[in-house]
């Protein structure tokens, strides 16, 4: 898939942000746990990824039911059988594993793709097979799958070794489901996590946590249906401020998760932005800049409530239209630097330096079109905005990838009075 872009576009209008890709995928993944109906409001219907995972749910009967005009997922697994899937099938999703525990309470046996998404450095399935062994489960690695066998789960004692978002949500899903008390040390507990807890427990799950690491699980032999809306996208949230930013736009972005981002939205104003917001909104404009630019900075991803490595790429864009030399390092993904490889394509190789855990940009370099292959999910959408923010018309190849984690993306671009070309080719 490949997108054309037409650079000087400035953006104008509203724009909504949608549920969070990270929470309602897990959502999912969760509600697979009863027999009774769960319903997702606030949901990101049009996103690629969700609907890939529904289309695996399908494959093994359950019902997965998308309504976009009312952003609702229904899903109802009281029909669901272990997957059949074939190695011809395609489910380029990261979060596969989540789908164990679900089908492992309906017939004893599990069998899942190996996980996909994006490549960003070492991210493998350890942690998982750790997890289903911890809780008395067999697993067996196979050339083109993983499967796992189990009467049940049978709680146990979690010890990560380090702290991880996909460890977490897979232990919280099948511990709510085991047999006994289970104990998880070194949980990554984060905004989207928080709500995957929220929701398990509406379903009646018993789930404590201690601090920001330590969770215990009561398992229950039954869970019921429940109705919940997932969060609003941080990460969403955050791009359309740096796109009104970068493109000199004027937007009122609603549905913003203020409470889940004041860090990142904090390090924005220590750069010279003054953003106007009430309640749920923001409004990002021209004359938020205070000074003459946006200032230089130095900063690190890392965990939450800080900026976390999703939005790495998007403080890049803020250091190219900084007045000077900006900094931005990431020891948790060190090798997430490909996409700025490629913005160099835009801006020349002396505006971006680009080493593991290392990015230095030197700002308010011109920027010239370029043709651009996206690398991964969110290095895609800021390819995207330095495309719109050089002079002439630029491509992008692979752009699937940006479809994946933004919900409705044309359609919001469009309501902003920003058109793309996107056509199917042979990435």
Known sequence: MTATVRGGQVPTGSVRVSGAKNSATRLIAA????????????APTELVDLNHKLRFLRGMGAVAERDSERETVTIDASGMETSP???????????????????LRKTGFARIPYPGGCKIGSRGYDLHVMVWRALGCE??????????RGNGFKAGRIAFPISTVGGTENALICASVANGTTEIVNAYITPEIEDLIELLTRMGARIEVFGNSLVKVEGVPELSGARMDVMPDRIEAITWVVVALMLGGTIQIDNVPFSEMEVPLLHIEKMGVDLFRNSNSLWVHPGCITGRAVQPF?????????????MQSFYT????????????????YPERIAYARELTKLTGIDAIEAEPGRIVTHGRAPMKAAELTSTDLRGSMSLLIGALAAEGTSTI???????????????????????IDIRETAD
């Open 31 to 42: 509600a697979l746990l009863t027999d009774e109906p769960v319903v997702l409001g606030n």
């Open 85 to 103: 899937f074939t190695e011809e099938q395609d489910y380029p999703i990261r979060t596969t594993y989540l789908l164990v525990a679900g089908q």
């Open 298 to 310: 130095e900063l690190a991803c890392g965990t939450h409530p800080g900026i976390i490595s999703d």
């Open 139 to 148: 697993v067996e690695e196979k050339p083109d799958a993983i499967e796992v």
């Open 397 to 419: 190849g692979a752009f699937q990838m940006a479809l994946r984690g933004y919900d409705g993306l044309p359609r919001k671009l469009a309501k902003l009075g920003v058109e």
């Open 317 to 332: 864009l803020m250091g190219l239209i900084a007045d000077g030399t900006s900094r931005i390092f990431d020891y948790r």
